[in-house]
């Protein structure tokens, strides 16, 4: 069965130093990776996906990921905050197994950016 | 396009009433997908339909938990009778036919049972 690991739950950092994110999945087959981002009182919008290709993606806001299938991590990385990143971002893993498979969320990580 | 839609944002109720929760997908969407948010357990599917026929209810808490998607433009989602161990924000999310797993979530129903 597939499951998510985010190492961190929270995350303080300063406006303009860099930031990770760090994520681990568990899967015995392919697995597509996500990380969606959550403001306050807001529902989750998709900050990024890895599905094939190149191990770098790259998303909305400045935000990149890159896939590391001998590490099983999707590790998040910014290399400039802003206050406005404050938010929680969450790590998810779809696996393939035919059909259509649910997405697996991991707890979150809460980012601050503190001025 | 519109997003997701759901309603109520808020919702206040007293232990033992029913709650409706409801969802209008994003048009063309073929998948939607009901979860619970708490601090304590984070982001929980509870169900999700395909071409409004439920695949996976797994994630349904318990009896008091029900869910139909009567057409491809509505679902709702209900709990009969409400315990204040339900009170969480409730998302519906959907997605395309040819999904890679990217859903797009709605607001939110927070929902408070007192």
């Known amino acids: 069965a597939q499951s998510v690991t985010q190492l961190d739950s929270q995350v303080p950092v300063f406006e303009e130093a860099p930031v990770e994110l760090r994520c681990n999945y568990s899967s015995s087959v392919s697995v597509y990776l996500f990380w969606y981002v959550q403001y306050p009182n807001q529902g989750l919008q998709l900050l990024l996906k890895y599905l094939s290709g190149s191990t770098l993606v790259k998303g909305i806001n400045g935000f990149e990921a890159e896939f590391n299938k001998s590490q099983t991590s999707f590790h998040l990385r910014k290399p400039s905050v802003h206050i406005s990143d404050t938010a929680e971002y969450f790590c998810?893993?779809?696996?393939?197994?035919?059909?259509?498979?649910?997405?697996?969320f991991g707890a979150g990580t809460r980012l601050a950016v503190h001025p | 396009d519109a997003g997701v839609i759901q309603s109520p944002r808020h919702e206040v109720t007293e232990m033992g009433q029913e709650v409706t929760l409801r969802c209008k997908p994003i048009?063309?969407?073929?998948?939607l997908f009901w979860y619970r948010q708490t601090m304590m357990r984070g982001l929980e599917l509870l169900i999700y339909f395909n071409n409004n026929v439920p695949i996976d209810d797994s994630g349904m808490p318990e009896d008091r938990f029900s869910a139909k998607m009567p057409n491809a433009s509505f679902s709702t989602l209900k709990i009969q009778p409400s315990e204040p161990r339900d009170s969480a924000v409730y998302f519906c999310?959907?997605?395309?036919?040819?999904?890679?797993?990217?859903?797009?979530f709605g607001e939110g129903s927070r929902l408070t049972v007192l």
């Open positions: 999310a959907s997605s395309l036919r040819q999904g890679t797993g990217e859903l797009f």
């Open positions: 998810a893993v779809s696996e393939l197994t035919g059909g259509y498979n649910k997405l697996i």
């Open positions: 048009s063309g969407h073929d998948y």
